[in-house]
């Protein structure tokens, strides 16, 4: 494995070291251990991660967000329930005018 | 569902999916009609899924998804080729502490669409190469390429967003120096 390759694989590799024991990494951490050039951009690229992580996690979501869609559910959950009511009532509708025979399905 | 565990579910996702799609669409509004649209079909579809453990994963999938179809009605999707991978260096690594949320949010929006996703996942949800391939349906090669140029082209638009912050910083000091001078 050369290095172009092995920074193709650790460019997958999360910074918190969830994947440390993961095979597919094995060799490639293995090269970076083995050359410092390597080892010295991989160093850097786990720090980078980190960084991008923490600042990306500052970005502040609409404070309404929540609340809109609570309440946008609400709506809909309601709406579903009327939806099934409407089905229910008009399938009974069909079954008793079949069986009074005032419908004719046949 | 009940209602208790979807409050728990908006709670514990919202905010991390609303940076995702802020991170692909185009405006705020659009990235938190995504992330609303994204819960409601939660609401409708969600209760059919099984494991509940993949809630997380279902969540951002389906949030990319929407994102694809609306997205389709607005450009032909562009095709990129992943054979064409040309050398990216990546030996010089940005400042990082000079920029704030804002800047680095931006210098991922600038990064291709293609490559914005996977990015994205890995950083705000810090998923696996194998989660991302099946939030966005691809292969893990795919990914590990996707992840490697994306990351080269984020390194890319933070040492230019490096390079003006310190341009500035240096025509500020000299109309310092000017002014005392005059």
């Known amino acids: 494995m050369d290095n172009r390759e092995a920074k193709f694989i650790l460019s997958a590799y999360r910074p918190n070291g969830q994947d440390s024991s993961d095979p597919h990494f094995g060799d490639a951490l293995a090269q970076a251990r083995r050359d410092p050039i390597l080892q010295h951009w991989f160093e850097d690229s786990v720090a980078l991660d980190s960084a991008m992580t923490e600042l990306l996690h500052a970005v502040p979501a609409p404070a309404n967000l929540r609340e809109n869609i609570l309440a946008g559910a609400k709506l809909n959950r309601a709406s579903h329930w009327k939806k099934r009511f409407v089905k229910w009532a008009i399938a009974a509708v069909l079954m008793l005018g079949c069986e009074c025979g005032i419908i004719d399905l046949a | 569902m009940s209602t208790d565990h979807f409050q728990q579910l908006v709670d514990q996702q919202y905010a991390l999916l609303y940076r995702f799609a802020l991170s692909l669409a185009k405006s705020e509004a659009d990235a938190a009609d995504l992330t609303q649209q994204t819960f409601f079909l939660w609401a409708s579809k969600g209760d059919h899924l099984r494991d509940r453990s993949k809630a997380r994963s279902w969540l951002f999938t389906i949030l990319y998804r929407e994102f694809l179809g609306r997205r389709r009605h607005e450009v032909r999707f562009p095709k990129v080729e992943l054979d064409d991978v040309r050398e990216q260096e990546m030996s010089i690594s940005p400042n990082v502490n000079v920029f704030d949320s804002t800047t680095v ?7 291709e669409e293609l490559f914005r996703a996977p990015l994205t996942l890995f950083y705000l949800e810090q998923f696996s190469y194998q989660e991302i391939a099946d939030i966005l349906e691809v292969p893990i090669g795919t990914v590990m390429s996707r992840l490697s140029r994306g990351k080269a ?14 341009n500035k910083v240096v025509s500020f000091q000299s109309d310092r120096r000017e002014e005392s001078h005059g």
Not at chain 2, 105 to 111: D, F, W
């Open chain 2, 105 to 111: 949010l931006q210098a991922l929006r600038n990064v």
């Open chain 2, 153 to 166: 082209q984020l390194r890319e638009q933070l040492l230019s967003n490096e390079e003006v912050l310190r």
